[in-house]
């Protein structure tokens, strides 16, 4: 199994402002996902995408992903302090467990 | 609404001590997983558990861990005797189940955050 790797490894910005994070990863996949996590805290799901799938939305978050690149893009619109977390790619590959890449942790500040 | 609950969340114990992580996944989940983190670092795979067997292991997974389903509800990891570099935030997550055998959302527990001295 692989894991996806994501970039930046940190990222700050001021609320108001928009967030990305991206994923890379180097094998075919069934779906990916997006994980976030508050300091010290369990990880909680917040996007699932298939590999047939090349966009999808929720709420503020807009998840890319194109498997001719193998990237996959985590937008948050108009960030605001209860979004500072880390967040992580997840890669489902057949018949396996999810991996999770190292995370994006993300600071949004006021 | 249903969550993945774990106990203790925290553990501090002597090296090659016995530890046993509890977790209760949410109760119509078919498919079971422990996790670690260290401290800063990456969500690492250990286990997958799937009617009443390991489906798939890592390499992080050896003789020293075993998981266990004693009854219908408890899942556990049992390491049987800790070295410092077993400490970690151990998370157990659960999931239904998606077609074609693909893995969906997982629930992840709060974590157990185990100290070995």
């Known amino acids: 199994s692989q894991q996806g790797e994501e970039d930046p490894q940190a990222l700050s910005i001021q609320e108001g402002e928009n967030a990305t994070m991206n994923c890379s990863y180097k094998t075919s996949i069934n779906n990916l996902q997006w994980y976030r996590q508050n300091s010290g805290r369990g990880l909680v799901h917040l996007i699932l995408i298939r590999s047939n799938e090349r966009e999808k939305h929720s709420g503020r978050l807009r998840v890319t992903l194109d498997t001719s690149k193998k990237s996959s893009s985590l937008l948050i619109t108009a960030s605001r302090a209860a979004d500072t977390a880390s967040y992580f790619c997840?890669?489902?590959?057949?018949?396996?467990?999810?991996?999770f890449g190292k995370g994006t942790t993300l600071s949004v500040s006021s | 609404e249903p969550e993945v609950t774990q106990t203790p969340s925290h553990q501090v114990t002597q090296m090659g001590q016995e530890v046993i992580l509890r977790c209760v996944p949410i109760s119509n989940h078919l498919y079971f997983y422990w996790y670690r983190q260290i401290l800063g670092q990456k969500v690492e795979f250990l286990v997958s558990?799937?009617?009443?067997?390991?489906?798939?292991k890592s390499e992080i997974f050896d003789d020293q861990f075993s998981v266990e389903r004693p009854d219908g509800s408890n899942f556990t990891l049992k390491i049987r005797s800790t070295k410092l570099e077993d400490s970690a935030m151990y998370f157990c997550?659960?999931?239904?189940?998606?077609?074609?055998?693909?893995?969906?959302?997982?629930?992840f527990g709060e974590g157990s955050r185990l100290t070995v001295l």
């Open positions: 997840a890669l489902n590959q057949a018949g396996t467990a999810l991996i």
């Open positions: 997550a659960s999931f239904a189940a998606l077609a074609g055998g693909n893995t969906g959302e997982l629930f």
């Open positions: 558990f799937y009617n009443n067997e390991i489906s798939e």
